[in-house]
């Protein structure tokens, strides 16, 4: 008896650790993706980006600041040989030399610039326009990254579906397989048409072994793409595929071309490139900036200054820049000539992109359609044929045949009504509204 409970209470354990081992999820589409923007590392990766541009854009703000260096020495002299020349008159007479041993210096300088032939308001425009640019690179990101999400999900949604069905199919094969086993027994059916029914179970086995393996697969690949636990079951919500409104479906390009981020990322690194032209053309001009300081000096039994101040302008001219800059304005002409075709190219890409979205949405309908008519008379055709096999006016083959064919437009009309929601935010994300149909909130 104390075995037999040992081994009971083992049993209870073991059924415990597997129940953890294999934590069930339900997941709606939504949090999936929301559960990707917090956790992609693409995601991060852009977020750090644009930080950084952000501290860039704030570090060339600073330099509107002045410029303030404070110093400070403190030295020792020996045997220092002063000669001090007296100018007057009224001595000529050598007179003894002080004993300089030490020297103290403290200085403040301020530097505050006033003119650098606009480069510094040009280049806060450089990186006030990059660093929007690499905001929107970072919205471009989240809209890829959502996609990604959309497709794993109806990808998985698709794999339980097939499981579900195949499941179905093999009961019944099985079922099939045992009546044609007791009518073969009493001789009413030949052996041939039992071996028929066995093969297609055998067939089932595999489809359905297959399709286990395909769910599997997706399912860890899910999780992976979530940073979930590899053991979790993902239990999908079904009224994210059928009910929901499928609203602002775009008819052409014009959306993308005012929402797209990676477009509107590339115009603002043109906007930047011709700020850098500006930047670049600064160096003919000289620089002027207010300067200023407070000196204070102690060398021993020489002199001491205290609180000598001192204030003005000062300009500097680099003369070589007249030659020398003409090839940095060139250089940054043509920055700005690379990017204007790297939009014009862009924005091609786009309109094909969407054109293409709007046709696979609309060929999404129509299959849709297609298929659920398929389904009708699939499963019409199935039952005729079994009443027709049952009074024995249809053979083993038809109806096998028949079972099949409709076992293939149950499983085409689920994948089909998956693609039209997969498709519809494929098209969202082609014309750049996927972020705020998640609402994402503001970077």
Same mark, same amino acid.
């Given at each position: 008896?104390?075995?037999?409970?040992?081994?009971?209470?083992?049993?209870?354990?073991?059924?415990?650790?597997?129940?953890?081992?294999?934590?069930?999820?339900?997941?709606?589409?939504?949090?999936?993706?929301?559960?990707?923007?917090?956790?992609?590392?693409?995601?991060?990766?852009?977020?750090?980006?644009?930080?950084?541009?952000?501290?860039?854009?704030?570090?060339?703000?600073?330099?509107?600041?002045?410029?303030?260096?404070?110093?400070? *020495?403190?030295?020792?002299?020996?045997?220092?040989?002063?000669?001090?020349?007296?100018?007057?008159?009224?001595?000529?007479?050598?007179?003894?030399?002080?004993?300089?041993?030490?020297?103290?210096?403290?200085?403040?300088?301020?530097?505050?610039?006033?003119?650098? %032939?606009?480069?510094?308001?040009?280049?806060?425009?450089?990186?006030?326009?990059?660093?929007?640019?690499?905001?929107?690179?970072?919205?471009?990101?989240?809209?890829?990254?959502?996609?990604?999400?959309?497709?794993?999900?109806?990808?998985?949604?698709?794999?339980?579906?097939?499981?579900?069905?195949?499941?179905?199919?093999?009961?019944?094969?099985?079922?099939?397989?045992?009546?044609?086993?007791?009518?073969?027994?009493?001789?009413?059916?030949?052996?041939?048409?039992?071996?028929?029914? *066995?093969?297609?179970?055998?067939?089932?086995?595999?489809?359905?072994?297959?399709?286990?393996?395909?769910?599997?697969?997706?399912?860890?690949?899910?999780?992976?793409?979530?940073?979930?636990?590899?053991?979790?079951?993902?239990?999908?919500?079904?009224?994210?595929?059928?009910?929901?409104?499928?609203?602002?479906?775009?008819?052409?390009?014009?959306?993308?071309?005012?929402?797209?981020?990676?477009?509107?990322?590339?115009?603002?690194?043109?906007?930047?490139?011709?700020?850098?032209?500006?930047?670049?053309?600064?160096?003919?001009?000289?620089?002027?900036?207010?300067? %200023?300081?407070?000196?204070?000096?102690?060398?021993?039994?020489?002199?001491?200054?205290?609180?000598?101040?001192?204030?003005?302008?000062?300009?500097?001219?680099?003369?070589?820049?007249?030659?020398?800059?003409?090839?940095?304005?060139?250089?940054?002409?043509?920055?700005?000539?690379?990017?204007?075709?790297?939009?014009?190219?862009?924005?091609?890409?786009?309109?094909?992109?969407?054109?293409?979205?709007?046709?696979?949405?609309?060929?999404?309908?129509?299959?849709?359609?297609?298929?659920?008519?398929?389904?009708?008379?699939? =499963?019409?055709?199935?039952?005729?044929?079994?009443?027709?096999?049952?009074?024995?006016?249809?053979?083993?083959?038809?109806?096998?045949?028949?079972?099949?064919?409709?076992?293939?437009?149950?499983?085409?009309?689920?994948?089909?009504?998956?693609?039209?929601?997969?498709?519809?935010?494929?098209?969202?994300?082609?014309? %750049?509204?996927?972020?705020?149909?998640?609402?994402? =909130?503001?970077?």
């Amino acid at each position: 008896m104390k075995a037999r409970k040992l081994l009971l209470l083992g049993i209870v354990f073991l059924g415990i650790i597997s129940a953890k081992a294999q934590q069930k999820k339900n997941l709606s589409l939504n949090d999936a993706v929301h559960l990707a923007w917090e956790k992609s590392n693409e995601v991060n990766l852009a977020n750090a980006k644009v930080a950084t541009k952000k501290h860039e854009l704030q570090s060339v703000k600073n330099n509107i600041y002045p410029e303030v260096k404070a110093s400070a *020495q403190y030295q020792r002299l020996t045997k220092a040989t002063v000669n001090l020349k007296n100018n007057s008159a009224e001595s000529e007479s050598d007179t003894k030399a002080p004993n300089v041993d030490q020297l103290v210096l403290g200085q403040i300088n301020a530097s505050l610039p006033i003119f650098s %032939g606009f480069k510094l308001k040009n280049s806060i425009k450089v990186s006030d326009n990059l660093y929007q640019a690499e905001t929107a690179n970072a919205l471009q990101t989240k809209e890829e990254t959502a996609m990604k999400a959309i497709n794993y999900y109806a990808a998985l949604y698709k794999a339980q579906k097939t499981v579900e069905l195949l499941n179905e199919n093999y009961k019944s094969a099985q079922q099939r397989v045992k009546d044609f086993t007791e009518l073969e027994k009493n001789e009413i059916v030949p052996k041939n048409d039992l071996l028929k029914t *066995q093969l297609q179970l055998s067939k089932v086995q595999l489809s359905l072994d297959q399709a286990k393996s395909n769910l599997n697969v997706i399912n860890y690949e899910l999780t992976n793409f979530l940073k979930l636990d590899p053991k979790t079951i993902i239990e999908i919500k079904e009224s994210d595929f059928y009910n929901f409104e499928m609203n602002n479906i775009p008819a052409d390009e014009n959306p993308a071309l005012e929402n797209r981020k990676d477009l509107e990322a590339i115009r603002l690194q043109e906007k930047a490139s011709e700020a850098n032209i500006k930047v670049a053309r600064s160096g003919y001009y000289p620089s002027l900036s207010l300067i %200023g300081g407070y000196t204070t000096l102690d060398l021993k039994n020489v002199v001491m200054v205290q609180n000598a101040m001192n204030f003005g302008v000062g300009i500097s001219y680099n003369l070589s820049n007249i030659f020398k800059n003409a090839t940095e304005v060139k250089v940054a002409k043509s920055q700005a000539k690379e990017l204007q075709a790297s939009e014009m190219m862009l924005t091609d890409y786009i309109k094909i992109q969407v054109q293409k979205a709007i046709e696979d949405y609309d060929l999404a309908i129509k299959q849709k359609e297609v298929y659920a008519l398929a389904v009708e008379q699939a =499963s019409e055709n199935y039952r005729i044929l079994k009443d027709k096999y049952d009074n024995g006016l249809a053979d083993t083959n038809d109806l096998l045949e028949a079972d099949v064919e409709q076992l293939s437009a149950k499983i085409n009309n689920t994948v089909a009504k998956a693609d039209v929601t997969q498709k519809y935010y494929n098209l969202l994300a082609a014309t %750049g509204q996927l972020n705020q149909t998640f609402k994402l =909130s503001k970077i």
